[in-house]
């Protein structure tokens, strides 16, 4: 009797110990909460592990605890969720956020990082779920944080936030996907289209040049990668090195592209090493390594379902490769373990259709230079919604800070117009 004394005093110590906030996170059900640092202007921050259901639908198939990291402006600012589209190792403030002066919920994807299920049952990896846990976060904050919600997310994060608003349109007052591809085929013809055509012509043949010289070399090349990949502590054993090495020749022009590299400093008429030490620099082995596979294994497993991804032509290479086949074209979804998978487009070319005349309340952040652009949401005058295609920008810097003024004052007085701020 004792003991549940002691007990019972101990636990009230600790709820008189805590904040108000506190209290609140408290009584959430199934979320567990520990206080991290605090960013600058906030008043507190948590890192939160909240039960999510596999399939929102069957709460009985199973659960698995998905990582918030929750940063407090007030109960009556505006909340921003982020919609990441991988793992979140760490707590980052996103520029939105900033923008809106609110709370920031910043939500690890389902199936990454700390946010696994015990039992990685990939059935239950597809949009459907993904948007359910963002609806699951909204509904449990609702009554928290009573300020006007938009959802954000960058990349795959980007085409989680129009997925999200597709299934769940009423959960957020405005969304903000940046630079966020929405797929309609397993291997994307609108790449192809957009890698033909951007930049100069003597750039993109400079970029082609490029790689025939590699790929000639491939059996000078790949002994030199042996004594680089055993220093970098780089395995390859779901692709052999030989395979990863041409795929990342094929991989040149796309993130040469995407990272938006410089035409003038493509190594022409270099020696082989020079070039290699380019390869290395732009597109680098890492991306194909068994690590890689592994963090990004359920990406790639969404890519290869529902959400499509791309490949890569051979036509100009004709008696080149050595290790990856000329048809069907080699293809960048690297399921996990080689499972088999089925591509079923019927989703994605729904919400495509559904966003054209449905899709209001939307701000669209592209970069003109980045490869993804290709496969943008295309603008649409049946909606209120704007886009921003930021000249001379790229994956990595298409953001709002890097908007002409007008940009920004057009992108600013909408999205608080939205918000009601």
């Given at each position: 009797?004792?003991?549940?004394?002691?007990?019972?005093?101990?636990?009230?110590?600790q709820?008189?110990?805590?904040?108000?906030?506190?209290?609140?996170?408290?009584?959430?059900?199934?979320?567990?909460?520990?206080?991290?640092?605090?960013?600058?202007?906030?008043?507190?921050?948590?890192?939160?592990?909240?039960?999510?259901?596999?399939?929102?639908?069957?709460?009985?198939?199973?659960?698995?605890?998905?990582?918030?990291?929750?940063?407090?402006?007030?109960?009556?600012?505006?909340?921003?969720?982020?919609t990441?589209?991988?793992?979140?190792?760490?707590?980052?403030?996103n520029?939105?956020?900033?923008?809106?002066?609110?709370?920031?919920?910043?939500v690890?994807?389902?199936?990454?990082?700390?946010?696994?299920?015990?039992?990685?049952?990939?059935?239950?990896?597809?949009?459907?779920?993904?948007?359910?846990?963002?609806?699951?976060?909204?509904?449990?904050?609702s009554?928290l944080?009573?300020?006007?919600?938009?959802?954000?997310?960058?990349?795959?994060?980007?085409?989680?936030?129009?997925?999200?608003?597709y299934?769940?349109?009423?959960?957020?007052?405005?969304?903000?996907?940046?630079?966020?591809?929405?797929?309609?085929?397993?291997?994307?013809?609108?790449?192809?289209?957009?890698?033909?055509?951007?930049?100069?012509?003597?750039?993109?043949?400079?970029?082609?040049?490029?790689?025939?010289?590699?790929?000639?070399?491939?059996?000078?090349?790949?002994?030199?990668?042996?004594?680089?990949?055993k220093?970098?502590?780089?395995?390859?054993?779901?692709l052999t090195?030989?395979?990863?090495?041409?795929?990342?020749?094929?991989?040149?022009?796309?993130?040469?592209?995407?990272?938006?590299?410089?035409?003038?400093?493509?190594?022409?008429?270099?020696?082989?090493?020079?070039?290699?030490?380019?390869?290395?620099?732009?597109?680098?082995?890492?991306?194909?390594?068994?690590?890689?596979?592994?963090?990004y294994?359920s990406?790639?497993?969404?890519?290869?379902?529902?959400?499509?991804?791309?490949?890569y032509e051979?036509e100009?290479?004709k008696?080149?490769?050595?290790?990856?086949?000329?048809?069907?074209?080699?293809?960048a979804?690297?399921?996990?373990?080689?499972?088999k998978?089925?591509?079923?487009?019927?989703?994605?070319?729904?919400?495509?259709?559904?966003?054209e005349?449905?899709?209001?309340?939307?701000?669209?952040?592209?970069?003109?230079?980045?490869?993804?652009?290709?496969?943008?949401?295309?603008?649409?005058?049946?909606?209120?919604?704007?886009?921003?295609?930021?000249?001379?920008?790229h994956?990595?810097n298409?953001r709002?800070?890097?908007?002409?003024?007008?940009?920004k004052?057009v992108?600013?007085?909408?999205?608080?117009?939205?918000?009601?701020?």
């Amino acid at each position: 009797m004792r003991i549940i004394v002691v007990l019972i005093a101990l636990f009230c110590g600790q709820l008189h110990g805590q904040t108000e906030l506190e209290k609140q996170l408290f009584n959430l059900p199934d979320v567990i909460f520990t206080p991290i640092e605090t960013p600058d202007g906030f008043e507190a921050a948590y890192k939160l592990m909240i039960k999510q259901p596999l399939d929102h639908e069957n709460p009985e198939a199973g659960s698995f605890y998905q990582k918030v990291y929750f940063s407090f402006k007030g109960y009556d600012a505006p909340t921003a969720i982020i919609t990441n589209g991988y793992q979140r190792p760490s707590n980052n403030i996103n520029e939105i956020v900033t923008l809106i002066d609110g709370n920031q919920l910043n939500v690890e994807h389902r199936y990454f990082g700390e946010s696994m299920p015990d039992t990685m049952d990939y059935s239950y990896l597809n949009f459907k779920q993904i948007a359910g846990d963002y609806h699951h976060i909204r509904t449990l904050f609702s009554d928290l944080l009573k300020g006007n919600w938009l959802a954000s997310g960058i990349s795959k994060g980007g085409t989680t936030t129009i997925f999200y608003k597709y299934f769940y349109p009423n959960d957020v007052s405005a969304s903000v996907p940046y630079v966020a591809p929405l797929n309609y085929e397993y291997e994307e013809k609108r790449i192809y289209e957009f890698l033909d055509n951007i930049g100069t012509e003597e750039c993109r043949e400079d970029l082609t040049e490029l790689q025939k010289d590699l790929l000639s070399n491939t059996d000078k090349i790949i002994p030199l990668l042996e004594w680089y990949v055993k220093g970098k502590g780089l395995d390859f054993e779901y692709l052999t090195l030989g395979e990863a090495y041409e795929f990342a020749v094929l991989e040149l022009p796309f993130s040469f592209w995407q990272w938006g590299q410089d035409c003038s400093k493509i190594p022409e008429e270099k020696g082989m090493e020079d070039q290699l030490d380019y390869l290395l620099e732009v597109v680098g082995l890492d991306f194909f390594s068994d690590s890689a596979m592994e963090s990004y294994g359920s990406h790639y497993y969404q890519s290869a379902t529902e959400m499509g991804y791309y490949g890569y032509e051979t036509e100009d290479f004709k008696g080149l490769l050595t290790y990856l086949p000329y048809e069907p074209h080699p293809h960048a979804a690297f399921v996990p373990g080689k499972i088999k998978t089925e591509w079923n487009g019927t989703l994605t070319n729904k919400v495509a259709k559904w966003i054209e005349n449905n899709g209001n309340n939307m701000l669209y952040i592209n970069g003109a230079l980045d490869t993804w652009s290709a496969t943008a949401v295309p603008p649409s005058t049946k909606v209120n919604s704007k886009w921003f295609f930021l000249k001379d920008k790229h994956h990595a810097n298409a953001r709002i800070a890097s908007m002409t003024d007008e940009e920004k004052a057009v992108f600013e007085s909408t999205l608080k117009e939205w918000m009601g701020i």
